[in-house]
């Protein structure tokens, strides 16, 4: 079952997109150097339809988009959120924060907006270092995912 530990809107995560970041607990991928060690407990309450929806009444008027921070431990979990957000919710994107190195088989990529995908790796730094290894992707119209990931990085001005 997956749970959630906490939320919070959020602006740089996705970009263009004013975020509600759902915090899902008992990560798997237990990145060194992670910088949300609390999220590896199996903490939280159910993060299903319901909270979904309190979500929405909640957040609904500030928000364009809902993404899941994790969920690796249930991606069929994750996946049907996502399905249930665009059939019940259409006006809101649906973006995945994955540890994982690939998108699971099973899951229906098409049913997000946005997929991060690729472990914390310290020496690699995080999704602002053009050095990363972790990728974002975005649904182009015609269901193509393109790699976004230069969009996190800042350029220095020249002095």
């Given amino acids: 079952m ?3 530990v906490n939320t919070g809107i959020v602006f740089q995560e996705i970009p263009d997109e004013v975020t509600l970041a759902i915090n899902i607990s008992n ?8 910088h949300s060690h609390y ?5 939280g309450l159910p993060l299903n339809t ?3 929806d309190a979500f929405i009444s909640k957040y609904g ?8 921070m994790g969920g690796d431990a249930d991606p069929k979990g994750v996946n049907l959120l996502a399905q249930y957000i665009h059939e019940e919710y259409p006006q809101f994107k649906v973006a995945w924060y994955s ?7 099973g899951i229906k990529k098409n049913d997000f907006d946005y997929i991060k995908i690729g472990p ?3 020496h690699l730094g995080p999704l602002k270092q053009p050095s990363t290894n972790q990728r974002m992707y975005r649904q182009e119209p015609n269901g193509e995912f393109t790699d976004i990931t230069y969009r996190f990085w800042h350029h220095q001005m020249a002095q």
Wanted: hydrophobic share 40%; proline share 8%.
């Fill in 2 to 4: 997956l749970k959630y």
């Fill in 27 to 34: 990560c798997p991928c237990r990145c060194p150097g992670c």
């Fill in 39 to 43: 999220l590896w407990e199996d903490i």
């Fill in 50 to 52: 319901d909270a979904i």
């Fill in 61 to 68: 008027n500030e928000i364009t988009c809902l993404a899941f």
């Fill in 99 to 105: 540890g994982r190195l690939r998108v699971p088989a």
């Fill in 120 to 122: 914390y790796i310290r």
